[in-house]
């Protein structure tokens, strides 16, 4: 495990224990106080309060960071080797472009963002060499990068092609043989939504991960490195801009369970015109999601 990650590991579960000293509504004090509780760098602090807060246990706007469940035992990070460190900063890259409004056409600082990050700068460019492949970043003629941002047609051109993709691992999944690991994977997600569903007024925050679960789920059957390659990043991408668009929130993800879940029946029945139907519903409703998120957080 990297050392950074480490030291974001321990911090998170430090913020743990200091969430479960507090009642439901307390509020947390201010990121620089968090950072001399957990002994880390408020850029830490932030990966722990994002955290915190996509899991449910806090509501963050701004300032505000409020707790609104107590700790359990399955919210610990184990401390064990880890993996997928490149994953890992995708993740934390685009949560710092969502959470700062980070807009398009910015100059990025290999050296500022190395310090921000904690990883070697000569990381930190392959990483942006790579995401230059998905039109996020470009080199800049005078050196160094630029952000290209997550514009209208960046967003609706991700749209598009994400629904190529995915309605072509639905094909695949009606295809895929009954011992396919990709069928019990569907029961599990299948009863993960149902649960959901029946607790959808309190946890209704917690549909971002099943959602990314059940996507990652279809795409699986999928054996190509580079549709691969570019579902990782745009999972990624909606991930994102739907855990941080918070308008209408409850009443989005309980339709989004519907979705998946008229999807999941289809599959199951093998019947691939009324998958494709209902996943080209699902689809068309992201796009809108993905569009309104842009509007709201202004990048459009």
Known sequence: MARSDARYREAYNTLLDHCATLPPGAVLPAESALSAIAGVSRTVIRRCLSRLEETGLI???????????????????????????SDDLE?????????????????????????NFDVPQHELKEFLAGLSRFGLVARRKQGGWMLLGFTREFAVELSDFRTVLELNAISHVIDAPVDHPVWPRLREIRAAHLALRSRIDTDFHEFSKLDEAFHEAVNSVVKNR???????????????HYMWDKTHEKIRNAAAIGEHLAIIDALEARDGDAARDAARRHLKTSKTTLLSSLRAHEFA
């Not at 963050?60 to 409020?66: A, F, Y």
């Not at 580079?226 to 994102?240: G, N, R």
């Open 59 to 85: 509501s963050w706007d701004g300032r505000d960071k409020r707790i609104l469940r107590t700790p359990a035992p399955e919210d610990r990070i184990v401390l064990a080797d880890g993996h997928g460190a």
């Open 91 to 115: 993740r934390r890259f685009l949560d710092w472009i969502l959470r700062f409004d980070v807009p398009a056409n910015t100059p990025l600082s290999v050296a500022e963002l190395s310090r």
């Open 226 to 240: 580079f549709v691969a390659e570019f579902q990782k990043v745009i999972s990624l991408i909606f991930h994102y």
